[in-house]
Nanobody, 121 residues
Framework: QVQLVESGGGLVQPGGSLRLSCAASGSIFSIYVMGWYRQAPGKQRELVAAIISGGKTNYADSVKGRFTISRDNAKNTVYLQMNSLKPEDTAVYYC???????????????WGQGTLVTVSE
C-alpha cells in the first residue's frame, strides 16, 4: 500500500510564496513521475507541474516562471515552490505519483488527499 501525504497549504497574500511538500510512503519499488494538480471551485482538475525520475520537468503555461517543482528521490518527496502567487492560483492542490510497488510489475497512479491554497488579501 502507498500513501501520499501533502503539507504546506494555507492562506497567503497576492505576491507571496508558499512551498508544498508531498511524501510518498509504503512498499515502494520505484517512482516514475511525481507532480502537482490543482482544482479550483467549479473548474476541472488541471496539471500544474510534473517531474520525472531523471529530473525533466513540465509546467502549465499559467505558472511558468513563478512555480518550481523539485524532488528528493532519497526521501520519495516532491516539492512545489510557488512564488508571486495570484488570486487565480487559489485551489486545492493534489499530489500525484506513478509508483511501482514491490507487488506490481508496472506503475500505478496514486493521489494525495489535497491541500488548500488560498491567495487573498
Amino acid at each position: 500500500q502507498v500513501q501520499l501525504v501533502e503539507s504546506g497549504g494555507g492562506l497567503v497574500q497576492p505576491g507571496g510564496s508558499l512551498r508544498l511538500s508531498c511524501a510518498a510512503s509504503g512498499s515502494i519499488f520505484s517512482i516514475y513521475v511525481m507532480g502537482w494538480y490543482r482544482q479550483a471551485p467549479g473548474k476541472q482538475r488541471e496539471l500544474v507541474a510534473a517531474i520525472i525520475s531523471g529530473g525533466k520537468t513540465n509546467y502549465a503555461d499559467s505558472v511558468k516562471g513563478r512555480f518550481t517543482i523539485s524532488r528528493d528521490n532519497a526521501k520519495n518527496t516532491v516539492y512545489l515552490q510557488m512564488n508571486s502567487l495570484k488570486p487565480e492560483d487559489t485551489a486545492v492542490y493534489y499530489c500525484n505519483a506513478h509508483i511501482r510497488t514491490i507487488a506490481t510489475i508496472g506503475p500505478i497512479e496514486y493521489w494525495g488527499q489535497g491541500t488548500l491554497v488560498t491567495v487573498s488579501e
